[in-house]
């Protein structure tokens, strides 16, 4: 018999910087509901599905760290998951036998804060948490940009990185926006076996860094999340909250993946909205043992540098095995990107100067290490 699981991609339109926790699980659980109705096991929720993407605003008074007051900031934290106001969301699950995987803001009683996801099982209890791995944006208050994107300054990295959960008769990660932008996201969960990448999103269509980029993000968002599927033999349920919020526009666009790489459905407005597919599961071995059997084809000795922490110098090079050291690596020196608008000619004064300059492109090209030894008496 064919594992397979009915999942629902419960896309959310804007929610207002005033709109009550009350008033937005209502919107969840009608969701929830929705998808029961037709027949999903599970229901995926976006990023931060519970408040309005608050990262947008500078929200305390400190200068590298957050201090002063912060009580709209710590509003927008869950301490406690269930709490007194979502509790009827695992409630409900547990009542329809559909489960559910949820985005928050975490804050621990130690005084961490996380950008989470947790996984809800069909009898209302919490089976995995994920917490953020790649926090974009920046730390400080950057006056120049229309808006802020302080996800570094109210979120920390995980330090627990991507795992999988034996869930829904299968195997299932989670994801949170930035991290799909990343190969090593899926293929990290792809080597423990998912069978399904869960991945909810805010994806501001302004992207003050580059505008130039603006007009990609959804071709970005598509090229990703189904590069994503493909080389991984996973499924990807792909979770946006859309539409204009505060004066914001965010890319909508949820989808479901196949691991195929192709789009099975996808939303076709900006506000709340459920899309679902039946998600065979063991599709995934079609993928999984022939082109991506990973134990028979990959060669993790080649790839020795996507696990260093920087991107290596020729110096850094020579710290490097001979069996994973190029003959040629440039330096590829971090950017000041998130300091100021590093295009825009016309930076305001209020912007931070660049600390260090941009790389200079490589002037010559990369070379590949010979795969044979050089005839005997050939220049090298
Ligand atoms: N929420 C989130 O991670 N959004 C980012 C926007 C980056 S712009 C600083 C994304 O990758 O979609």
Redesign the pocket.
């Known amino acids: 018999m064919t594992r397979s699981v009915n999942v629902g991609a419960a896309q959310l339109g804007p929610i207002a910087r005033d709109a009550s926790r009350d008033s937005v699980v209502e919107r969840l659980l009608a969701l929830l509901r929705r998808g029961a109705e037709y027949g999903c096991e599970l229901i995926v929720f976006p ?1 931060l599905a519970l408040t309005t993407f608050f990262p947008r605003w500078f929200l305390d008074e400190g200068d590298d760290q957050i201090s002063g007051d912060t009580t709209e900031l710590d509003s927008y934290y869950e301490i406690e998951m269930p709490s007194l106001a979502t509790r009827p969301l695992f409630d409900e699950a547990k009542r329809l036998a559909t489960g559910f995987c949820l985005g928050y803001a975490e804050l621990t009683p130690d005084g961490h804060r996380y950008n989470t996801y947790v996984l809800v099982d069909r009898g209302g209890e919490i089976v995995g948490k994920y917490r953020k791995v790649h926090i ?2 920046h730390e400080s208050h950057e006056p120049w940009r229309k808006f802020q ?1 302080l ?1 570094r300054r109210y979120f920390e990295e995980s330090p627990d990185g991507f795992g999988v959960h034996e869930a829904f008769d299968g195997t299932i990660g989670m994801a949170i ?2 991290d799909r ?1 990343w190969p090593e996201t899926y293929r990290v969960m792809g080597l423990q076996g998912a069978e399904m990448i869960l991945i909810g ?4 269509l302004d ?1 003050a860094p580059d505008p130039s980029q603006n007009p990609l993000q959804s071709f970005h968002n598509q090229l990703v999340m189904q590069a994503g599927a493909y080389q991984n033999g996973t499924w990807v349920v792909g979770v946006a909250k859309g539409g204009i919020e505060e004066g914001v526009e965010s890319l909508a666009q949820s989808m479901i993946i196949a691991p195929s790489g192709q789009i099975v459905a996808q939303a076709t407005s900006i506000e709340d909205e459920l899309i679902t597919a039946r998600c065979d599961l063991d599709m995934c071995d079609r993928y999984k043992k022939t082109l991506f059997d990973f134990d028979r084809y990959r060669r993790p000795e080649m790839y020795e540098l996507i696990a260093s922490p920087t991107a290596l110098s020729l110096e850094g090079a020579s710290e490097l095995t001979p069996s994973s050291s190029p003959a040629s690596i440039h330096m590829n020196a971090p950017t000041a990107d998130e300091h100021v608008n590093p295009l825009d000619p016309q930076a305001t004064p209020d912007a931070t100067p660049p600390t260090e300059p941009r790389a200079t492109p490589p002037t010559e090209p990369r070379s590949t290490p010979p795969t044979e030894p050089l005839p005997e008496g050939a220049a090298p």
């Open positions: 990023e974009p944006g994107h996800e926006c930035n932008r999103y805010n994806t501001p992207y």
